[in-house]
Structure formats: C-alpha cells, structure tokens
C-alpha cells in the first residue's frame, strides 16, 4: 500500500531519502534525476524500495500511504468492508515496526544500551567506591542483568516474528478488501 509517486517525490526533495537519491543518481550517472527516472529506478531495482520502507519504519513513518475509507452508511455490505479496512489499516500502522528483523530493530539497540550501562555501574561500585570486598556480588548481579536481558532480547525477537507475520496476513487481506471495494489497481504495490 506504497503510492509509488509519494515515493518517487519523497525520493527526490525530501533529504531523509538523500542518500536513496544519491545511489539511484550513482547507478544512473546523472547527476539530477526526474520523477519518472526515479519510478523506473523503482521498478527495476526492489532494493531501492526496501531501503526506503526500512528508512520509514526505523524513524517511525508509516509506509501505508494510504488514507482510512470513508465509511457509506446507505450500502450496509460496503460499509461492513470499509470498517474493516479502516480497522486493518490501523493495525496495520500500529504493528509496523515489527516489519523490520529484530537484529535491525531499535529494541535491540536499547538492550545493549542498558547493558553497557550497567556494566560501566559495576566499574564505578568496584573500583570508584572502593567496594572491592562486595566485587563478587556486583559481578553476580550484572551476570543477572545479562541473563534477564537476553531472555528479554528473546521474548522480543518472539514478539517481533509473530507481529511480522500477523503484519503480512493483515496486509494481504486488507489488499484483498480494497479490491473489493474497486480500490487500489495499479496505484499500490505489495510489501515484500
């Protein structure tokens, strides 16, 4: 549910996207690029479009570009569909950040950072403070850190493969919907 030309402008005058431009301006030799040199880059290299949905989720943006259905209240059928769309949509958005691997993911990176913390804690109690004679319990008690941040990082990882594929699933079916709605041909593209 990427509009092709939002990305395409995004891409081209927004400078969170400078350096797609810039790779795309490399691969082609130019050095200014327009809207439809863009598009075709798009279509012929999909890692373009990953880096970009990547770029957007790490700085919390949404790749769903596309706006919640009104809701026509005079077709009971058509407006059971547009809820659930909008319903979708709204998951859809909410789970998002869990489309990246949970190695790329900012969770991990706030692990280690609570952990180099901690570390740099113990230092300071042993050596700074002078508590040498309790050194054995500081170095238990960071050995649990450990411990409790790798069963965190696991349970994580868990949450993020099954909101993943619970991302996947939604999105399939909300496509589905919006075809029944006679929405969305030829202007979105799946996720890969």
Do not use: C
């Not at 919640?68 to 909410?94: C, F, G, P």
């Amino acid at each position: 549910m990427i509009d092709y030309n939002r990305v395409a402008e995004e891409i081209k005058y927004v400078g969170l996207y400078d350096f797609i431009l810039q790779e795309i301006q490399n691969s082609l030799g130019k050095a200014s690029l327009s809207k439809e040199e863009i598009l075709d880059a798009l279509d012929k290299n999909p890692k373009i479009l990953e880096e970009y949905k990547s770029t957007n989720v790490v700085n919390n943006i949404s790749n769903i570009h596309i706006e919640n259905v009104a809701v026509n209240t005079s077709n009971d059928q058509m407006s059971s569909i547009a809820k659930n769309i909008n319903s979708n949509l709204n998951l859809l958005r909410d789970i998002e950040k869990y489309t990246l691997s949970f190695e790329e993911s900012p969770t991990l990176v706030f692990i280690f950072s609570i952990e180099f913390f901690v570390l740099f804690s113990v230092q300071y109690f042993i050596v700074l403070l002078g508590l040498k004679d309790w050194q054995w319990e500081i170095y238990g008690t960071f050995a649990l850190s450990v411990i409790i941040a790798w069963l965190y990082a696991k349970k994580q990882k868990e949450k993020y493969n099954i909101n993943n594929k619970k991302f996947q699933q939604v999105y399939t079916e909300t496509e589905s919907l919006l075809k029944k709605m006679g929405m969305g041909e030829g202007v979105f593209f799946k996720m890969q």
